[in-house]
Structure formats: C-alpha cells, structure tokens
C-alpha cells in the first residue's frame, strides 16, 4: 500500500465507534506494556476511551478529527483543538496537535507525515500563527519527528497516566 493511496477525511459523528475503536487500539499500542503498567494503561483508556467522552470530544465545534484511510481501512486519525478546546491556554492564535496516531502495522509508511501535513493544511485554513502540541518526554521518536518538522520545545508540562504522573514536552511550530 503506498502513501498516494491515503485520503483523509473528516469523522463524522456516525463515525463514533469506528473512532473509539481506532483510538482505543493505537493509544494501547503506543503506551501499553512494556512502556507502562497493563494497570495504568488501563485506568486511562476506561476514562477517556469511553463512548461518552468520544461522543463529548466530537461534539465540541472547537475541536476537529480526521481518519486517514486506504480504501476503506482507518489506518490513522488526528484530533486538532482550537480556542477554548485546547488543553492548555497558550497566549496566542494557535492550533493544538492533540492526536496523531497510525496504526501499528502501518507505521513506518510516511502516513504520519501525510496526517502532519493535513494539521499543516487545517492550521493555514484557519490562519493561525502557530501549532503546538505535548508529547511524552520518553517518547524520542515523536519528539524527532517533529524537531525534522521544525517544531521547537518551549516547555513542559505533566500528563496523569492511571497513578504515573508523567512529563510532556511542549513543542510550537511557528508559521
């Protein structure tokens, strides 16, 4: 499957379960045993893996979220924030990187690149000045990923995962 093939399209609210599902499974993927605890991971996906809360977050008119697909196959979604929907008030006119996740067996086929671009595509659609996000200080990968982007660390902040208390990376790409 090659990358020209992916199309990304918005997530309708019908599409809560497909979401969840996708959600749910590349978090797991991303987070689970061995990096942390089968317990804390588990916590987390009960309290913001639920129908209600993906029924709450697609909801919210201030934040946004995108499958990418082959054919009909999600192979990943993003979930972008903008005003009040963002997790942390950043001075500014800026748009939240709030998740970007690809399916394990299809990681490593520039999807991730493709859904960054769309961030980038959604970001000068709405004019803002900068896009930002948090990401896992143990996660050397993500945080490489986009320093190649051109995204600079400009702070830290935590992120409760079941009973860890763990430190994000806050990273901003000016526009």
């Known amino acids: 499957m090659s990358s020209q093939a992916l199309k990304i399209i918005r997530v309708q609210h019908q599409d809560n379960l497909k979401l969840l599902e ?3 499974q590349t978090f797991y993927d991303a987070f689970g045993p061995p990096v942390n605890t089968e ?3 588990q916590e987390y996906l009960k309290e913001k893996f639920t129908l209600d809360q993906i ?4 909801a919210e008119p201030d934040s946004e979220f995108y499958f990418a697909l082959i054919d009909t196959q999600i192979v990943g979604y993003i ?3 903008f005003n009040d ?3 942390e008030k950043i001075q500014g006119n800026g748009l939240e990187i709030e998740r970007i996740y690809i399916v394990k067996m299809h990681q490593g086929k520039n999807f991730g690149q493709i859904l960054f671009n769309s961030c980038l595509n959604i970001a000068e659609n709405r004019n803002v000045d900068f896009i930002w996000l948090g990401v896992w200080d143990q996660n050397t ?3 490489r990923f986009y320093e190649r982007n ?3 660390i400009f702070g830290k902040h935590q992120f409760v995962l079941g009973t860890e208390i763990q430190t994000d990376m806050m ?4 526009l």
């Open 22 to 24: 996708i959600g749910y």
């Open 39 to 41: 317990e804390n991971i």
């Open 55 to 58: 029924n709450k977050e697609l």
């Open 79 to 81: 979930k972008v924030n």
């Open 85 to 87: 929907a963002q997790t």
């Open 141 to 143: 990968r993500a945080i």
């Open 150 to 152: 051109n995204f600079k």
């Open 171 to 174: 990273m901003r790409l000016d």
